[in-house]
């Protein structure tokens, strides 16, 4: 078992803090953007893919941040109210930020690439007074991604739903979620990311990503054992090494390992929103008090779903869609 206590009694299992965007996905698969004329609009960005994962299974969730006064920002949040996700801490911005854009583009299922536009984007305009105490103390957990530390007054405002966490005993969750164009430079990802880091009980990352935090404090071997060592002897009680196809490796504070493998997508589409969809469902199932390695087949199905999808937010599979995959491969073997 996981180790981790949640509180009992909350109105919410789970709550996330960050970045909710647009992605335009290429209609046009197998060629590159220049030639791609179409795209298909979805709700994007990490933390709120992840929440809206939980959702689909049936958690009760909630988003905290910012979107910007204009028809995307209110796409963003209509979609988040009609998965039954509390969006009272999601804020309206004032100050002419944007809607963050993610354009894809598919070149080949295993060959894809994000173009971002993330110049004043609302997400990083959210303020530490605009974070809602009430909502974390009634809610188990709470996410926070590596994204929303790149810029103030973000930055603070994670800072800030930590502290609320840390008073009302509410687990703390952290997508590294690294994103080159957001940071000034890698020593400042690596900085904030373990400040971050370092108040968090379940740490969730790629193998890239754990050595970008390691630039500044760490092992800086890229070795997963010493990474989770590292941690583990903090306040960390899980620490999750994602190696995209090759699966990923779970550790815990009581120094067991558990490694997980893939489920083979039947049609793959593309690449990303895997990560996503393997958090969403991994934390799904730390909720139901699963043992470790069924929250990383859970997570992993997951990712086979979506990553056989044009779309990653609409794809987040149900529970039975993630059993009956499950359920399918094992009749196979």
Same mark, same amino acid.
């Given at each position: !078992? =996981? *180790? $981790?206590?949640?509180?009992?009694?909350?109105?919410? %299992?789970?709550?996330?803090? *960050? +970045?909710?965007? @647009? %992605? /335009?996905? &290429?209609?046009? #698969?197998? +060629?590159? !953007?220049?030639?791609? =004329?179409?795209?298909?609009k979805y709700v994007g960005g990490s933390p709120a893919n992840i929440t809206i994962a939980l959702a689909r299974l049936g958690a009760r969730t909630g988003f905290i941040g910012k979107i910007a006064d204009d028809a995307l920002g209110r796409f963003i949040k209509q979609y988040m109210d009609k998965q039954n996700i509390n969006t009272d801490n999601l804020v309206v911005d004032d100050t002419g930020a944007v809607t963050g854009l993610a354009l894809t583009e598919i070149k080949a299922p295993t060959d894809c690439? #994000? $173009?971002?536009?993330?110049?004043? &984007? &609302? %997400? /990083?305009? /959210?303020?530490?007074s605009e974070v809602?105490? %009430?909502? #974390?103390?009634?809610s188990k957990a709470l996410l926070i991604s590596g994204t929303a530390l790149a810029k103030s007054p973000s930055r603070e405002a994670v800072f800030q739903a930590l502290a609320y966490a840390r008073k009302h005993k509410v687990v703390t969750i952290l997508d590294i979620d690294y994103r080159a164009f957001t940071w000034q430079s890698l020593e400042e990802a690596s900085t904030y990311c373990n400040l971050a880091a370092a108040q968090c009980d379940v740490i969730l990352g790629g193998r890239e990503e754990f050595d970008i935090l390691e630039l500044t404090a760490g092992p800086d071997t890229k070795d997963d054992q010493a990474t989770a060592n590292y941690w583990l002897e903090d306040k960390a009680q899980i620490v999750v090494v994602k190696h995209g196809g090759n699966g990923s490796i779970v550790y815990t504070k009581d120094g067991t390992v558990y490694k997980g493998g893939i489920f083979p997508a039947k049609n793959m589409v593309k690449t990303f929103g895997a990560g996503d969809a393997y958090a969403g469902a991994f934390i799904y199932s730390l909720f139901q008090n699963r043992p470790l390695d069924k929250c990383q087949e859970y997570g992993s199905a997951a990712a086979s779903i979506v990553v056989s999808s044009h779309s990653c937010s609409d794809a987040m599979p149900t @529970?039975?869609? #993630?059993?009956?995959l499950i359920a399918e491969h094992k009749a196979l073997q």
């Open positions: !078992m =996981s *180790g $981790l206590k949640f509180p009992e009694n909350r109105e919410l %299992d789970f709550v996330a803090l *960050g +970045r909710a965007c @647009v %992605d /335009l996905n &290429a209609n046009e #698969i197998n +060629r590159p !953007m220049e030639e791609t =004329s179409t795209f298909t690439s #994000i $173009l971002m536009y993330r110049e004043h &984007a &609302a %997400d /990083l305009e /959210l303020k530490a809602r105490e %009430d909502l #974390i103390a009634k @529970v039975e869609q #993630i059993e009956a």
